[in-house]
């Protein structure tokens, strides 16, 4: 490493020589708190969510079951009126195609010798 042309030479440091930071303790413990809130912020989201897709589940299934319940019962409310719609609506056909059949003897006779 060079400053302002001097040059510093660095000799690295024996082990027996190093000797520990007298707050080490009171840094490690407040390490172990951050670490322990972390973890507790993180166990925390976990559970919030759990919660949350286990009632996003729950009511998505209570919602398709609920949903055909209600789907059952508006058909089956609406089959006696369908059923008589459709019923009418063959009367109706009967009806026209009995006019239909007996037509040419409700005809005037004089309608007939006019071509």
Known sequence: MRKSGKTIRLNPV????????PA?????AIMDQKLFAQR???ERASAYW??????????LILGAILGGFM????MNSSLPLASEAVSRGMAVE????R?????????????????
């Open 14 to 21: 024996d082990d027996d020589h190093v000797t520990d930071h």
């Open 24 to 28: 080490r303790a009171g840094m490690e």
């Open 40 to 42: 507790i912020r993180s």
């Open 50 to 59: 759990f919660a949350a897709s286990l009632w996003g589940v729950t009511g």
């Open 71 to 74: 789907m059952y019962v508006a």
């Open 94 to 97: 009967q009806a026209r195609q």
């Open 99 to 115: 006019v239909d059949d007996s037509a040419p003897a409700l005809r005037d006779p004089a309608e007939e010798r006019q071509p």
